[in-house]
């Protein structure tokens, strides 16, 4: 298959970008978009170019570090996959392909396609987690119906790779939140602190620049794991009794 | 060779008693002085971002560096199946000791007994500090926690979450350590790698780092250093490991002074989606936890084999008693259950007997047709459908309808820096945790063990053993990072930058890689024999040279510079690829993941040689000679050593 791409080249954070036209030949509809990209990168070195800078690594749609923007779609075209799950046979021959990095203001660009999510651990250093000391009880002392542990892990399945926020027009991190609240919030461990948790990570995530959730539901229909707004909801009611309880 | 030098300190009495006795021994250190103590830590998967966090939960000051964006990406995340523990909640006859001997047995007898007994022993706290953090386990109707079986264990023992388990613990770890870095006693740096280790007066007491947004070579002290950066495995290329996975910080050290044990345990995961071509880049592991309910053939007739390549017929079309369930019929007592190594080597067989049933030659069936039929496409979707939409995104098959093919790919390495019973390497103050150390898993890791002795290691072991050393660094103030001996180090890892850079040749680092990758699976994967491995020696050495005169690096150090990253780890897996040759062909009989061909029964199962190789092999690096092979005997005081048997 061949394809031109339409790249998003940016020298680092403070330079102004562009777009970069390549050609691309001979790639095997059993490639996956990353390894499209490798392919193109050893043809740039070659040429004396400089290749193209993306975030990836474990290559297999878990740990959130790959964050590409594909013809207008984060993670591109198709649905609950990561980028690099993302096969060249969901293209056709010839296409021309755009990418860029994820767009938000508080994912400012590191270089091309890489950006920095540091806002995402801090959002967690505020509040998501469970205070745990050292001796901790039996784990089967509490029994946690399989409905609530379900729901937790369903929102526990949340990559932290920030295609909410990209999808976002607002550039909302609501959905990010929500699912770190929402998981621990299901567990009777988690409710000791879920007041204070809800309202520490709404503000952390206020102060480094997210936007606002307008419920558009974009963020559900581009989460790679299929984290739905039901959670959104859900921290809606944490922050909310949490405002009730101050 | 020499013995001399490895003292593995396993504490005395009985088995049983000795992780107790030797905790209520050693020296602990009061909290005003943890306040004036550093420790760094290189590594947030399970084994680093447990320790950072519970070494900052006891009030050390702890540095943590990752070389991804945050700590959660780091590739434990991508653990599938489960985590071990003696629980014996499902009142199946579990125990300390069951678990134990499994992890003994699974690793062939070439583990310490002292070590894999406190592994099982803490392994229950675990699950338990698990649950505490907020992991979502699986859990029965009742609301008690589920389990399931694992190879080579006879119980059900396993905790999970779907397929997510590795990302679950992470993330209760990573949010252990969230919390101490938002309390201000562990520091976290992001986007670092370690590129050298500094030692002062004979100790660990810092690392070089380079920024890799910047490329800034950073220095950083400590009283204390630990490891925490995984196995070798991208060495072979092609493995499940995650990209930037890399054998770096272990092979500085080694550099250094610190013992490489067992290089040539490598495991070889048997249930991975086959490769497809040369472009390539990683494989995909199909967890383990397939084989509690996936059935494993190939036809029994060839002319099926040939349809099946020319797509002629469907696998679901090839009538029962036309398929040959192998692992059943080889391994009747555990049948699709067998260790790993066990598995893969069967698999090969197979193919090598031109069974395979792609286009390459090179895959098997794992079919859940009869699970399907049994219990319903709903509890099968319940248990691994995460498994399944992933293996449909690869390779548009849909697992519910016809079998997944699978075959054998590297996945994690046993072998790793020598630790003693504290986990400390033979440099004073460095300790190796997780999948970097060698100690718990023999010749054989057993599936859901990696987890465990991650967190066994970072939140129970490490935080006690290390405390041992330290209340004798009390005295010692805060590491001067402008000691002569840390520009040493920075001017030396500078000094390789800029060799990298003026080869300017011809050839762009994944391409060496790749030749590197085929010579190790050629000859120092499944099946090793001394030719091929004299053989390899020599490729790797002539690659080597090609390397260091053709390689291809573009940019400049002060940049984010990926292909520069990739050049220095290369540089290292190149030392390593021949350290596993070395070790393969110096331990003549097969063991755990090692299968020397020259060593097989009638039957073709691995022959071990106790009399002559019942112990850890230890390599010492020497500059410009070959490294020195020290011993560390094996002595089985408590389990009598058989050979492994899952026929009956």
């Not at chain 1, 390549?22 to 990168?41: A, Q, R, V």
């Not at chain 2, 909290?31 to 006891?58: C, H, M, Q, Y």
């Not at chain 2, 023992?157 to 997510?164: D, E, I, K, P, V």
Request: aromatic fraction near 8%.
């Amino acid at each position: 298959m061949k394809f031109t791409l339409k790249v998003w080249r940016q020298k680092n954070a403070k330079a102004k970008g562009r777009f970069e036209t390549y050609k691309i030949d001979g790639i095997s509809p059993d490639t996956s978009f990353l390894e499209m990209l490798d392919i193109l990168n050893n043809n740039l070195i070659v040429e004396g170019k400089e290749p193209v800078a993306f975030d990836h690594d474990c290559r297999e749609g878990i740990c959130g570090m790959c964050s590409l923007y594909i013809n207008g779609r984060a993670h591109g075209p198709d649905d609950e996959i990561t980028t690099c799950q993302l096969h060249m046979r969901k293209f056709k021959d010839g296409d021309t392909i755009t990418i860029e990095p994820w767009r938000s203001a508080a994912f400012p660009v590191v270089k091309d396609l890489v950006v920095n999510r540091n806002a995402f651990d801090q959002i967690l250093q505020a509040g998501g987690f469970i205070s745990v000391g050292g001796v901790v009880p039996d784990a089967n002392t509490i029994p946690i119906p399989k409905k609530d542990a379900d729901e937790s892990m369903d929102a526990a399945s949340c990559i932290g790779c920030g295609a909410c926020v990209a999808t976002c027009k607002n550039g909302s991190a609501m959905l990010f939140v929500a699912a770190r609240v929402s998981s621990l919030a299901k567990l009777p461990q988690g409710r000791a602190e879920a007041a204070r948790r809800a309202q520490a990570m709404v503000a952390k995530m206020d102060e480094l620049g997210f936007g606002a959730c307008s419920n558009t539901q974009a963020c559900e229909a581009e989460c790679p794991k299929g984290v739905t707004i039901a959670h959104i909801a859900r921290l809606n009611r944490e922050f909310l009794f949490a405002k009730l309880e101050n | 060779m020499t013995e001399t030098k490895l003292q593995s300190k396993i504490p005395s009495g009985p088995l049983s008693e000795k992780w107790t006795r030797h905790k209520a021994e050693i020296k602990v250190v009061s909290p005003a002085n943890k306040r004036k103590l550093d420790i760094i830590v290189v590594g947030t998967g399970l084994g680093g971002a447990s320790a950072a966090a519970s070494l900052g939960e006891l009030g050390y000051n702890v540095k943590v560096f990752c070389i991804s964006d945050s700590p959660r990406r780091a590739h434990s995340i991508a653990a599938q199946g489960g985590i071990n523990a003696a629980k014996n909640y499902q009142n199946d006859n579990d125990s300390v000791y069951r678990l134990f001997y499994d992890t003994i047995k699974g690793g062939d007898f070439r583990a310490r007994e002292a070590n894999v007994y406190r592994l099982a022993e803490v392994s229950n706290a675990i699950i338990d500090k698990c649950v505490a953090l907020g992991v979502p386990f699986a859990r029965e109707y009742g609301g008690l926690l589920a389990n399931r079986s694992f190879g080579g264990a006879q119980v059900s023992r396993t905790f999970y979450a779907r397929g997510q388990t590795g990302q679950q613990l992470l993330l209760g770890a990573y949010s252990a350590l969230n919390r101490q870095i938002a309390a201000g006693t562990v520091k976290s740096y992001n986007r670092r790698e370690m590129l050298d280790l500094v030692i002062i007066d004979g100790k660990a007491r810092g690392i070089i780092v380079r920024n890799l947004e910047t490329g800034e070579i950073e220095r950083y002290g400590a009283h204390a250093v630990v490891l925490a950066t995984g196995g070798y495995g991208n060495t072979y290329f092609l493995s499940t490991n995650a990209m930037n996975s890399n054998a770096s910080a272990i092979m500085q050290c080694y550099h250094k002074g610190a013992f490489f044990a067992n290089p040539c345990f490598v495991q070889i995961h048997p249930t991975c989606i086959p490769v497809h071509g040369k472009q390539q880049s990683k494989l995909t592991l199909m967890s383990e936890s397939l084989r509690n309910d996936g059935k494993i053939w190939v036809p029994k007739k060839l002319e099926d084999v040939e349809k099946l390549r020319k797509k002629q017929i469907k696998p679901s079309q090839i009538p029962e008693e036309d398929r040959d369930y192998y692992l059943e019929r080889r391994y009747p007592a555990f049948g699709n259950l067998v260790p790993r190594d066990v598995a893969s080597r069967a698999a090969k067989e197979r193919c090598d007997a031109g069974y395979g049933v792609n286009e390459t030659g090179l895959a098997v069936f794992l079919d859940f047709a009869e699970p399907i039929k049994r219990l319903g496409k709903k509890v099968i979707a319940d248990r691994y459908g995460n498994l399944f939409q992933m293996y449909e995104k690869i390779t548009d098959v849909n697992p519910y309808e016809e079998p997944m093919q699978i075959y054998p790919a590297i996945h994690y390495t046993m072998g790793g820096l020598w630790v003693d019973y504290n986990l400390m390497t033979t440099i004073p103050g460095l300790y190796a945790i997780g999948e970097a150390n060698f100690s718990d898993h023999g010749g054989n890791r057993l599936g859901a063990s990696a987890l465990m002795q991650g967190l066994a290691d970072g939140y129970y072991i490490l935080p006690v053993t290390i405390g041992d050393y330290l209340s004798h660094e009390i005295q010692t103030p805060k590491i001067d990072v402008n000691h002569p001996a840390f520009k040493e180090s920075e001017d030396r890892v500078r000094e390789r930058v800029k060799k990298i850079f003026k080869i300017q040749g011809k050839q762009p680092v994944d391409v060496l890689h790749k030749k590197l990758g085929n010579i190790m699976w050629e000859y120092c994967g499944m099946a090793r024999n001394e030719q091929g491995l004299k053989k390899a020696i020599g490729l790797i050495d002539e690659l080597k040279k090609e390397f260091w005169t053709d390689v291809l690096v573009p940019g400049v150090n002060e940049d984010f510079n990926q292909e520069l990253e990739k050049a220095l780890r290369l540089a290292d897996y190149l030392e390593v690829g021949r350290l596993i040759a070395l070790d393969a062909l110096t331990r003549n009989e097969s063991c755990g993941g090692h299968f020397r061909e020259e060593m097989q029964t009638e039957e073709g199962e691995a022959k071990r040689d106790d009399e002559n190789y019942m112990y850890v092999s230890a390599w010492e690096y020497r500059e410009n000679k070959e490294p020195e092979l020290h011993k560390e005997p094996l002595n089985y005081e408590t389990i009598k050593v058989s050979t492994r048997n899952y026929k009956t």
